[in-house]
């Protein structure tokens, strides 16, 4: 599967963003999608997954209540609406793919279980 993320920019503090992923190939194996960041001097952490055909999202708690995933599925397609941002936010977003069997909540936070990944779009939050 190869992943093509957008929408990424420089907003301000309390600002909206929506974050796409494109998915290519075969994307009928794909187990679990899930959304990552890495802010500069800091390990790549989990932000937001879909496993399987679940329609319900897991989020980081970090991000609970403020983001929100979703899928088109006719598109291939994953968003991330990114409302209330903060400089805390501030980051490179990934999206992740898990080809065939879906993750549990708990694997699914472990960017080392994903094996295609998008190549990232720059989220800047402004104070």
């Known amino acids: 599967v190869q992943l093509q993320a957008s929408g990424g920019g420089l907003v301000q503090t309390g600002d909206s963003l929506r974050l796409s992923c494109a998915a290519s190939?075969?994307?009928?194996?794909?187990?679990?999608m899930g959304w990552f960041r890495q802010a500069p001097g800091k390990e790549r952490e989990f932000v937001a997954g879909?496993?399987?055909?679940?329609?319900?999202?897991v989020y980081a708690d970090s991000v609970q209540g403020r983001f929100t995933m979703s899928r088109d599925n006719s598109k291939n397609t994953v968003n991330l609406q990114m409302n209330g941002l903060k400089p805390g936010d501030t980051a490179v977003y990934y999206c992740?793919?898990?080809?065939?069997?879906?993750?549990?909540?708990?694997?699914?936070?472990?960017?080392?279980?994903?094996?295609?990944w998008g190549q990232g779009t720059l989220v800047t939050v402004s104070s």
């Open positions: 879909f496993r399987g055909s679940v329609e319900t999202a």
């Open positions: 992740a793919a898990r080809s065939w069997f879906p993750l549990s909540d708990t694997a699914m936070t472990r960017p080392n279980n994903y094996d295609s």
């Open positions: 190939g075969r994307t009928s194996e794909t187990g679990t």
